[in-house]
């Protein structure tokens, strides 16, 4: 029903900087947001966004450093990751559930873009 695909991953030094995309495709506006898994971690939360775009949650680990925005006019939601470092690299997946939380795993999830940042 819910379908997502991310894209805008790639290979960065840390302090650098990379924008997520994900593109949704569904008949409703849903709350999304980000996930990220590193090899031998647990899925982590990183951030998510109401499908108004009025309430806005991160994890301790990326505030201040990540932002996440969506336009909805396009369907799409972003998060921009300033000041990465080696333990940002993970990967990330974009999310979608009907409401955004501080702990938000999703209903729907796309498969995933890779995130490396070498140091």
């Known amino acids: 029903q819910v379908h997502l695909v991310e894209s805008g991953g790639g290979l960065v030094q840390a302090g650098g900087s990379l924008r997520l995309s994900c593109a949704a495709s569904?008949?409703?506006?849903?709350?999304m947001g980000w996930s990220r898994q590193a090899p031998g971690k647990d899925r982590e939360f990183v951030a998510a966004i109401s499908s108004s775009g009025r309430s806005i949650y991160y994890a301790d680990s990326v505030k201040g450093r990540f932002t996440i925005s969506r336009d909805n006019a396009k369907n799409t939601v972003y998060l921009q990751m300033n000041s990465l470092k080696p333990e940002d690299t993970a990967l990330y997946y974009c999310?979608?559930?009907?409401?955004?939380?501080?702990?938000?795993?999703?209903?729907?999830w796309g498969q995933g873009t890779q995130v490396t940042v070498s140091s």
């Open positions: 999310i979608a559930s009907l409401h955004a939380s501080s702990d938000m795993r999703g209903d729907y």
């Open positions: 569904s008949r409703n506006t849903y709350a």
